[in-house]
């Protein structure tokens, strides 16, 4: 088996803590620092032993994605909350800046999180700012990799990325990382660069990014948004806008979906990735689609993430996976590793 290195970071630790709303219950975050243990410890089970800590990378790759004024947030809630309520708890937005409201914040960190957050899952603590920057510095990190040679990396970051937009955050996601890595590699010479969302949910932000841009392309297997979060993105109507029409690829299927149906929409995604012909493959992996996943609905069995990744492995050219959704906290390491596991077996 080929070996695929693994990038992490332990800075994503203090991101920890907060409770989140679940439909009619306030419950302890799903998105917890636990997830990335149960993840590495299987990686490790099944032999991935090439592990590398993360270097810093700054904000500049950050900001080439994300508005100025919404890094600003991201790095000044907490101690604009904390210096309001005291240590503990955690902040979230009270209300949200919508239609015939004016979506310019004031100087209070109210204002803040009501412009520039558009659920009530994504709470800051003391550590959510070092976790986001970690988050980052891990997907780089695992992206130089590649640039640099590599085949293959595996970003294995938290808080996850593929619901941030340029200047929203929502879905437990601040930073995209995986929009931040595509446009660095496009800033270091690539031409083109392929994103395949494999998450449970549609990536709302990923694609707002880069809607009308035909540099990326953005294909997407995800459930319905006529019955999943998040709710008003993700119909396959939805293929691009001006010069980026086209480039834009949603696969909504039905809540029980399963590996039979599943796969075919996959290998219709990995058709319009070939035809893309991109340098490097972005893969947004998220194993929510796990039939126990207590965010998720679709029926993917663990062995079935073997599959998955064996069928991406199926393309040829240099792929970073980049950790995104799953909570099944039980099978989530092996979930995990099993994708890596099957493409690495493939590739070999
Ligand atoms: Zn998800």
Redesign the pocket.
Known sequence: MSCMRIFHSDDHRGHAGAMEMRYDRLIPMCESPDRIDTILAALRDQGHVDLALASSFGLEPVLRVHTPAFVDFLQRCWPLWEAEFGPGGFATAYMFGMRGMDQVPNGSVHSMLSCYTFDVCVPFVAGTWTAIRSAVDVTLSAASHVAGGGRSAFALCRP?G??ASSDLAG??CYVNNAAVAAQMLLDRGASRIAILDV???HGNGTQRIFYDRNDVLYASIHATPERE?PFLLGYAHETGAGKGQGFNFNQPLPLGTAIDSYRPALAAALERVRAHAPDVLIVSL?V?SYIRDP??GFALESDDFLTLGGDIATLPMPTLFVM???YAIEELGRNTANVITGFAQRRE
């Open positions: 996850p593929h619901h879905g437990y998450d449970y949910h979060y998220g929510d965010v998720g995104e959704g799953g």
